[in-house]
């Protein structure tokens, strides 16, 4: 089977649809998967329902799927950086399920690993467990999470080979080999693929097993918040 394809658009193909499950990897502008999601956005698909350790910022990221109306439904656990997102979502056009982060981490590795449901004391009398079924284990009381299993994810890597195993680099390796776990079909786009080689296996940290199609992607990297120190002027 060859996984790596030209473009992300042809990486996507056949595989999106309205209505479906979409997880993608990366925090904020970190270590996202800029030209899988460009692919989405230009494929047209609507209505659907997308987990994210966030939404990107306004125009930028998993943003610009919610600048072209195609989110539906966003499960995620933090979205202070986009405000069309805020402003969608308190008019009652987004329909939002916040996560605790931990928890959103352990329910897309669950549902990679086959596990359907685990027990957390994380939310428990909190408007998070509301509607959730909990149990008692030592006396204490446990909130019931369901694990996440997507249609489709997305995951930006910093080096692949052709047999599809990842390599992250620093804060890439957040979401990613979790998302990575959780997609029925999982695409990845990276900076690096090898030719002729392969991944040292110590290096590995998402197996090929994981990883359906791959595409390179060379495009310059989003920065969020810059930050620098004030001008000495003396």
């Given at each position: 089977?060859?996984?790596?394809?030209?473009?992300a658009?042809?990486?996507?193909?056949?595989?999106?649809?309205?209505?479906?499950?979409?997880?993608v990897?990366?925090?904020?502008?970190?270590?996202?998967p800029s030209?899988?999601?460009?692919?989405?956005?230009?494929?047209?698909?609507?209505?659907?329902?997308?987990?994210?350790?966030?939404?990107?910022v306004d125009?930028?990221?998993?943003?610009?799927?919610?600048?072209?109306?195609?989110?539906?439904?966003?499960?995620?656990?933090?979205?202070?950086?986009?405000?069309?997102?805020?402003?969608?979502?308190?008019?009652?056009?987004?329909?939002?399920?916040?996560?605790?982060?931990?928890?959103?981490a352990?329910?897309?590795?669950?549902?990679?690993?086959?596990?359907?449901?685990?027990?957390t004391?994380?939310?428990?009398?909190?408007?998070?467990?509301?509607?959730?079924?909990?149990?008692?284990?030592?006396?204490?009381?446990?909130?019931?999470?369901?694990?996440?299993?997507?249609?489709?994810?997305?995951?930006?890597?910093?080096?692949?080979?052709?047999?599809?195993?990842?390599?992250?680099?620093?804060?890439?390796?957040?979401?990613?080999?979790?998302?990575?776990?959780?997609?029925?079909?999982?695409?990845?786009?990276?900076?690096?693929?090898?030719?002729?080689?392969?991944?040292?296996?110590?290096h590995?940290?998402?197996?090929?097993?994981?990883?359906?199609?791959?595409?390179?992607?060379?495009?310059?990297?989003?920065?969020?918040?810059?930050?620098?120190?004030?001008?000495?002027?003396r």
């Amino acid at each position: 089977m060859v996984k790596l394809r030209s473009s992300a658009g042809d990486a996507l193909s056949g595989l999106l649809q309205n209505g479906m499950t979409l997880a993608v990897g990366g925090f904020g502008l970190s270590g996202i998967p800029s030209d899988l999601i460009d692919a989405v956005r230009d494929s047209g698909v609507t209505d659907l329902t997308v987990v994210s350790n966030n939404m990107g910022v306004d125009g930028k990221g998993l943003g610009v799927l919610l600048d072209n109306n195609q989110v539906r439904r966003v499960l995620s656990s933090y979205v202070g950086e986009n405000k069309l997102f805020a402003t969608r979502y308190l008019d009652g056009d987004l329909e939002v399920e916040f996560v605790p982060q931990g928890t959103l981490a352990e329910r897309l590795r669950a549902g990679g690993s086959g596990i359907p449901a685990f027990y957390t004391p994380t939310g428990v009398g909190t408007p998070i467990a509301e509607g959730k079924p909990t149990a008692e284990f030592d006396g204490k009381t446990y909130l019931l999470e369901r694990g996440i299993v997507a249609d489709v994810s997305l995951v930006h890597a910093w080096r692949a080979d052709a047999e599809g195993n990842l390599e992250y680099r620093h804060t890439a390796r957040n979401f990613n080999p979790l998302v990575a776990m959780a997609g029925r079909v999982t695409i990845a786009e990276a900076e690096t693929v090898l030719d002729g080689e392969f991944l040292d296996p110590d290096h590995v940290v998402t197996p090929g097993i994981f990883v359906h199609r791959l595409v390179h992607t060379t495009r310059e990297k989003f920065i969020e918040q810059r930050t620098v120190r004030t001008r000495d002027e003396r």
